[in-house]
Each structure stands twice: as structure tokens, then as C-alpha cells.
């Protein structure tokens, strides 16, 4: 049994895994009215949550905490003071228990979670709140085939939400807005496999100052983010000759932009998997999964250190 803790961003999550089986998986995430994420309030809210999401998740796996074998940890890429959180809870756990600590990149997770429902050498399309990037294993690596050049889609979705007076986070908003909408042009921005979002942005807070309607922007909105999310994902396809995509991240949620996805890989005959709501968005059972296949690989440590910039790139793979 592997516990797998998730503090990177607004979301605390406990996860177990064993076998490759996901047996718990509980979360809570920081909200706000307004504004977004202050990252010491959400490290907060993380500190006050971690103990009794612990002892739910053992609940619900119905395990005694002596089953675990290891604590895996999501200790980078993330805001420092809520990977601090998870670490240190991760720390005394794994003292107490006398079992190692496992560090996992959370993009990477993100990717391994969707091997988990089937894809075995999958392109990802990991399209979450901060990051916003095209994944593949290349030459012993999680190599990144394109990204975004400015912000995440979700920061995006959620920045221009909040500029149309919804609350945060936006994506689920934008989702029923868009619905009844019609189609306007936005400045739709790809380059390669790199796409960018300012430029969107702008134009939609203007158009919506001069009373276009918010059921058009959004449905636009969505019309064109996800189409250049799809290109740059199909791209990266066509560029690696891989035949599986996979879609990560709590943007991924979104069922146009899974519709889309569907279409672009029936067309190139490319099968297409997305994992369950609560695997795509930010969970322990993830870093649990992952955890348990780099323990297998012999990766656990007695100590680690959080890495708030660790580029998923950087992580050497030995685990496949
Ligand atoms: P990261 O994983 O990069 O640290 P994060 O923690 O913000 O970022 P997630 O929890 O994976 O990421 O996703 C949150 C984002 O998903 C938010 O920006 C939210 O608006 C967006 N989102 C959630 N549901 C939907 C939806 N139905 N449509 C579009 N976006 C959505
Ligand atoms: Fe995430």
C-alpha cells in the first residue's frame, strides 16, 4: 500500500494505491469569493484539512496505517508555502510509520493516471488551472512538445470569468454560459505546438465592457481555446507517431472540450481516454498510482526537498 498526499496548489488530497488499484481517493480544495488563490491562506486551509482527510482516507480503504509501505508525495511543481504543507505532513507520517518518502512530479502524475485507464504510450494533454502543456515519453524522458506561452487555460478561463462577474473557479461557469451561445471570432493563437491565451483574453474583457453577450463570449470562448489546444495535441500525434491521446487536468472536465478531443482522434483513428472527474482534477490517488510505480523502480528516499519550478522534463524516468 502506497499513501499518496497532493498539495501543490488549492486542493489537499489523500490517496491510497495498491496493485496498481486506486483504494481511497479524498480531497478538499480552497476556495475563494474572490480573487484568486493566496497562496499562505490556501496552505492554510491545507494544514487544517491534512489529519482528518488521513484518517479518511484509511477509513475508506478500510486499511490499518500499518499496511502502508510508503508516503508519496507531490513535492513539485507547486506554490512553495502548500508543498511545504503536504511535505511536512508527509515527513511526520513517514517517521512515525518507519516507511520512506516517494517524490512525485505532479504534471507527471497527471500523465501516469492516464496510463492507468488504459493508454500505454500515450500523447497527454494536460490543460489545468496553472499549467497548460503537451507531454510524451521520448528517449527515456516525459519530454514537454508544447506549452503555453503566457498563462494556463484554466487561469485563463478562470481570469475572464471573474471579469464577467462569475465566481472561481470560472471553467464550470463558462461550461453552462456557453450554452445557447453563438460563434464570434477571437484571436486564435498557435505556433507550433506552443499556444497563448493573452491575446483572448484582452479581446473578450473588451467585447464584454462593450455588451457582448456572456453566453456568446463563452461559448467562443471554448470554440476557440480547446480547437488550438486540439491542434497543438494533434500535432504532437502526428510529430511523434504515437496513437493514444490522453486527456489530464481539471480543464479536462470541460464535455465540449472532451467532444473535441473524441472527434480530432476518431478522425486520425487514434483512440482517445479521459479518466474519471476525480483523477483528472488535482487528487492523491494520482501521486499514490505514481507513487507505487516508482517505489516498485526502487525510487524512495529518507528524506526530500519540495522543487516549486521542477519542469516535468527534468525528471529522469526509470520507472518504465
Ligand atoms: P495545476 O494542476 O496546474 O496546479 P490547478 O491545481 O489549478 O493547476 P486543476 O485542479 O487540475 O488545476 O484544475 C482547475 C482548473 O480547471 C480551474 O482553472 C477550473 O476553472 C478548470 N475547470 C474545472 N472544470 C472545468 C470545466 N467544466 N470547464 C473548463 N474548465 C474547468
Ligand atoms: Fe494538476
Redesign the pocket.
Known amino acids: 500500500m502506497i499513501l499518496g498526499i497532493e498539495s501543490?496548489?488549492?486542493?489537499f488530497g489523500v490517496g491510497i494505491a495498491s496493485k496498481g488499484n486506486i483504494l481511497a481517493n479524498v480531497r478538499d480544495m480552497y476556495k475563494t469569493q474572490k480573487g484568486g488563490i493566496i497562496p499562505m491562506e490556501s496552505a492554510h486551509h491545507h494544514k487544517a484539512v491534512s489529519e482528518s482527510l488521513y484518517v479518511k482516507a484509511l477509513e475508506t480503504a478500510n486499511i490499518s496505517e500499518k499496511a502502508i509501505k510508503g508516503i508519496a508525495v507531490s513535492n513539485a511543481p507547486?506554490l512553495a508555502p502548500c508543498l511545504l504543507v503536504g511535505l511536512e505532513f508527509a515527513r511526520r507520517k513517514a517517521r512515525e510509520l518507519n516507511v520512506p518518502l516517494i517524490p512525485v512530479n505532479?504534471c507527471i502524475a497527471h500523465l501516469e493516471i492516464g496510463r492507468s485507464v488504459g493508454a500505454s504510450d500515450p500523447v497527454l494533454l494536460y490543460a489545468?488551472?496553472?499549467?497548460t502543456q503537451i507531454i510524451a515519453y521520448a528517449g527515456g524522458m516525459y519530454r514537454v512538445f508544447g506549452e503555453t506561452l503566457d498563462i494556463?487555460v484554466?487561469?485563463f478561463?478562470?481570469k475572464v470569468a471573474r471579469y464577467m462577474g462569475m465566481g472561481f473557479?470560472?471553467?464550470?461557469q463558462?461550461?453552462i454560459h456557453a450554452k445557447g451561445g453563438k460563434y464570434i471570432e477571437l484571436p486564435y493563437a498557435i505556433k507550433g505546438m506552443d499556444v497563448s491565451f493573452s491575446g483572448m483574453q484582452t479581446k473578450i474583457q473588451q467585447l464584454f465592457d462593450k455588451g457582448m453577450a456572456v453566453s456568446d463570449l463563452s461559448y467562443s470562448l471554448q470554440e476557440t481555446a480547446f480547437a488550438m489546444l486540439v491542434e497543438a495535441a494533434e500535432r504532437a500525434l502526428a510529430h511523434t507517431g504515437k496513437k493514444e491521446l490522453v486527456l489530464g487536468?481539471?480543464?479536462a472536465?470541460?464535455a465540449r472540450?472532451q467532444e473535441m478531443c473524441r472527434i480530432m482522434c476518431s478522425e486520425r483513428k487514434a483512440k482517445f481516454y479521459c479518466p474519471e472527474k476525480s483523477l483528472?482534477?488535482?487528487n492523491g490517488a494520482m501521486i499514490a498510482y505514481t507513487g507505487e510505480l516508482l517505489f516498485n523502480a526502487g525510487i524512495h528516499e529518507k528524506d526530500i526537498d519540495i522543487k516549486p519550478r521542477e519542469r516535468t522534463d527534468e525528471v529522469h524516468v526509470t520507472w518504465r
Open positions: 501543490t496548489a488549492h486542493t507547486g505532479h489545468s488551472g496553472a499549467n494556463g484554466g487561469n478561463i478562470d473557479p470560472g471553467g464550470p463558462v461550461e487536468g481539471g480543464v472536465c470541460n472540450f483528472l482534477v488535482d
